[in-house]
């Protein structure tokens, strides 16, 4: 039987690229501090969008102190178009 969107259950549809809030699980896990280094491979080790790493990628902050300051990165970092 072949499946639509319509009988897919709603837990497995996710958004693509995921939202920020979203992209920062990928984040939970690490030991702060951390530098950005860090972050973006455990990130890429994780699976994240590519958006994501390149968003980190571009931050101009070098070192994180806790997830929060990831979040306010991400948040505060133009999409590329």
Do not use: C
Not at 7 to 20: E, F
Not at 60 to 66: D, H, L, Q, V
Request: hydrophobic share 35%.
């Amino acid at each position: 039987m072949r499946r639509t969107v319509s009988d897919t259950p709603r837990s497995a549809v996710r958004p693509y690229p995921p939202p920020r809030t979203m992209a920062t699980d990928f984040f939970q896990t690490i030991e702060y501090p951390a530098s950005k280094l860090d972050v973006i491979n455990v990130a890429v080790e994780r699976g994240a969008p590519q958006e994501l790493v390149e968003a980190l990628q571009r931050s101009r902050r070098e070192r994180f102190e806790n997830r929060r300051e990831v979040e306010v990165a991400l948040a505060t970092q133009p999409r590329e178009r």
